[in-house]
């Protein structure tokens, strides 16, 4: 099944409709393997050119230059206002295919390794600047799916280590942050 078949492809964009002031602003450069480094806030007036593509719970971010790079990511809840750069290729499963495709399976999917480095050579035959793909490119790659339950199970599992992956991260950057309180106690401890 193609992902433009039960997928809507970058389909919501900023109008002059919307009535949003200020933004949180995602730039292809702060979203890395699902993880966001920073929201940039800016009034709408004064944002980036590229800063138009809304999003909703559960979008799949796909940036679509380099993607060897992996500058790719899932939104867990975004406020009303967070508006990502058009670098992104944004995918929602369509409503009515929602009981047929686990979001975070199709996530699990598209960021294979061998997925990025298909697309990579894509990117690198392009007649623009520099790599990149476009969102048919995307909108056009071909998955067998088994069934809903099935993909949900598996994307359970991986959700499982991408978190403890996350914790374990956590846990080494708070252990490398030199913490004067700890070493006093420490030495306090080998005195004793």
């Known amino acids: 099944m193609k992902i433009k078949d039960f997928c809507n492809i970058n389909s919501s964009s900023i109008t002059s409709k919307d009535e949003i002031e200020s933004i949180l602003y995602l730039d292809t450069s702060n979203l890395t393997e699902n993880i966001i480094g920073g929201l940039q806030p800016f009034e709408l007036s ?18 679509m230059v380099r993607p060897n790079l992996k500058h790719y990511g899932i939104m867990n809840n975004p406020s009303d206002n967070v ?3 058009t670098g992104f290729v944004t995918i929602d499963i369509k409503d009515e295919e929602t009981e047929n495709y686990d979001v975070h399976f199709l996530f699990y999917v598209l960021t294979q390794n061998w997925v990025t480095s298909y697309l990579q050579t894509i990117a690198e035959n392009s007649v623009s600047s520099y790599p990149s793909i476009n969102p048919s490119d995307l909108g056009n790659l071909n998955f067998t799916f088994p069934k809903i339950e099935v993909q949900r199970q ?6 499982n280590f991408d978190e ?5 991260r956590e846990i080494n950057q708070n252990l490398a942050t030199p913490d004067r309180s700890l070493r006093v106690v420490g030495v306090h401890r080998a005195a004793l």
Do not use: D, W
């Open 154 to 159: 598996i994307a359970a599992v991986l959700r």
């Open 164 to 168: 403890k992956i996350a914790l374990n």
């Open 46 to 63: 004064e944002a980036p050119s590229r800063a138009q593509r809304k999003v909703k719970h559960n979008t799949i971010l796909y940036s």
């Open 83 to 85: 508006i990502v750069s």
